[in-house]
Nanobody, 114 residues
Framework: QVQLVESGGGLVQPGGSLRLSCVAS????????MCWYRQVPGNQRELVAY????????RYADSVKGRLTISRDNAKNTVYLQMNRLKPEDTAVYYC???????WGQGTQVTVSS
């Protein structure tokens, strides 16, 4: 069993920045690809970012390319999502996930509003 805990969400104005963190316990994640998803109530959960185990390859949804950056620090068993130039449409609950496994964090709320 792995536990994932997201943090770093909050209220930010359009154009602002946030850095989300996902800390894992119970299992080392260095061999796993990791993902960030987001979900607005009533909508499907959307994959926004993906990173390979070593961090050598990343992939992003078109809507966030150039603004969001996924990274990881395997020594800290942590995955990050740096969010810059945020837009109101980025408002959602953001979830961390082990790519190949059905392990999710509890989510952290990001609200982008003036």
């Amino acid at each position: 069993q792995v536990q994932l805990v997201e943090s770093g969400g909050g209220l930010v104005q359009p154009g602002g920045s946030l850095r989300l963190s996902c800390v894992a316990s119970g299992r080392t994640l260095s061999s796993y690809s990791m993902c960030w998803y987001r979900q607005v109530p009533g909508n499907q959960r959307e994959l926004v970012a993906y990173i390979t185990p070593s961090g050598d390859t990343t992939r992003y949804a078109d809507s966030v390319k150039g603004r969001l950056t996924i990274s990881r620090d395997n020594a800290k068993n942590t995955v990050y999502l740096q969010m810059n130039r945020l837009k109101p449409e980025d408002t959602a609950v953001y979830y961390c996930k082990v790519s190949a496994l059905d392990y999710w964090g509890q989510g952290t709320q990001v609200t982008v509003s003036s």
